[in-house]
C-alpha cells in the first residue's frame, strides 16, 4: 500500500536544511522522519533540482480538468445531489464518468458522502436571538461559565440505540441471529430522566414517573437543585441552565426561582446545540445500551452506573468551550455550534 507522502514544504525543509551543512541522521530527527526518507527527497532533488511531484506515467484521467471542477462545484453547490445526479448531469455535457470516478474525484477535493443532521428548523428570530446570546456573553470569562449548572431532561429507550453496528459474516448470512440487531416496538419502552452537571462533574440524576408538569419539576429541582451544586462546590451563587420548555418558564417556576434566589440563565429558543448536556445524553445512551438492560429497572441502574463511572470526566472543560463559542458566532455572525468532541475541547460554527 503507498505510503502518505510528505508535505512539499517538509520536502523544502530537508533540502534546506542539507543545504546548511546538516547530515541525514540530524535531518531525520529534527523533522522526525524516517533517515531513508530523507535521502530518497536529497537524491531526487539531486537529480532533478526540484521537490515538487514530476509528471507520473499511467493512462491520463479520463475527466477533463473542466469536468472535474464542475463536478466538484455541483456538489459543494448542492450538497444533497447524488452521485446518479452527478454522473447523468456530466452525461447531458457529453461526458461519461463512472459513479466510482465521480466519487474519487470529490475524495480528492475534500467532499466525503456523510449522513445529514438533523436540527430543529430556526427561524430568523431564533437565529437572532443565538447571535444576540452570543454577543452579550462574548465578555464572560471561563470562571463565570464554572458557575453554571447546566439542566435538562431526555427519554432514554430500553432497546433504542439506532447506531449502525458492523459485523464481519460471509455472504447469504445477513439474517443469522448472530449478524443482526434485535428490534422492539416503541423502544420495548422507556424512561424519562432529568439531570444536571457543571465543569466540576455530574449532579444528581432523577427519573420521571408520569406526565411531567410545572409542579413535578419543582419538586424535582426542591429535592435535587441544591444538593447537586453542594456536591459540585458551586456555593449558592450558581448559574442554573434549563431550556424554554413552558414547564420551566411556568410563572409559578419563576416564582420559585426568586424566592430560592436562585438565577436562570436566559436561553435563546430552538438551539439545543449550543447546551453541552446534549452531548452528555449521547455519550450516557451510548454507554447505557453496551451494557444490554433487560427491563426498565436494570436501564434506570445501569444510567445512574454510567454517569457517575464514565461520562462525569468528560464534562470537565465547558468552562473554556463556552467562550470560545460565543468568541466564534460573534465573530462570524453564525448562530448554532457544534461541540466536536465528547469533551468540548473544540466548538466551531457554520452558517446556513
Known sequence: MKNKEHTRQVRDTVVKKFKAGFGYKKISQALNIPRSTVQAIILKWKEYQ?????????????????????????????????????????????????????????????????????KPFLKDIHKKCCLKFATSHLGDTPNMWKKVLWSDETKIELFGNNAKRYVWRKSNTAHHPEHTIPTVKHGGGS????????????????????????????????ENLMESAKD??????????????????????????????????????????????????????????????????????????????NVSLSMCKTDRDIPQATYSCNRSKRWRPIFCTPNFLHAQFFSF
Open 50 to 118: 526540484t521537490t515538487a511531484n514530476l509528471p507520473r506515467p499511467g493512462r491520463p484521467s479520463k475527466p477533463s480538468a473542466h469536468t472535474r471542477r464542475r463536478l466538484i462545484r455541483d456538489a459543494a453547490k448542492r450538497p444533497m445531489i447524488t452521485l446518479d445526479e452527478l454522473q447523468r448531469s456530466t452525461a447531458e455535457v457529453g461526458d461519461s464518468v463512472h459513479r466510482t470516478t465521480i466519487s474519487r474525484i470529490l475524495h480528492k477535493s475534500g467532499l466525503y458522502g456523510r449522513v445529514a443532521r438533523r
Open 191 to 222: 424512561i424519562m430522566v432529568w439531570a444536571c452537571f457543571s465543569s466540576a462533574g455530574t449532579g444528581k440524576m432523577v427519573k420521571i414517573d408520569g406526565k411531567m408538569d410545572g409542579a413535578k419539576y419543582r419538586t424535582i429541582l426542591e
Open 232 to 309: 459540585l462546590r458551586l456555593g449558592r451563587r450558581f448559574v442554573l441552565q434549563q431550556d424554554n420548555d413552558p414547564k420551566h418558564k411556568a410563572k409559578s417556576t419563576m416564582k420559585w426561582f426568586k424566592n430560592k434566589h436562585i438565577q436562570v440563565l436566559e436561553w435563546p429558543s430552538q438551539s439545543p446545540d449550543l447546551n453541552p448536556i446534549e452531548n452528555l445524553w449521547k455519550e450516557l445512551k451510548t454507554a447505557v445500551h453496551k451494557c444490554s438492560p433487560s427491563n426498565l429497572t436494570e436501564l434506570e441502574l445501569f444510567c445512574k452506573e454510567e454517569l457517575e463511572k
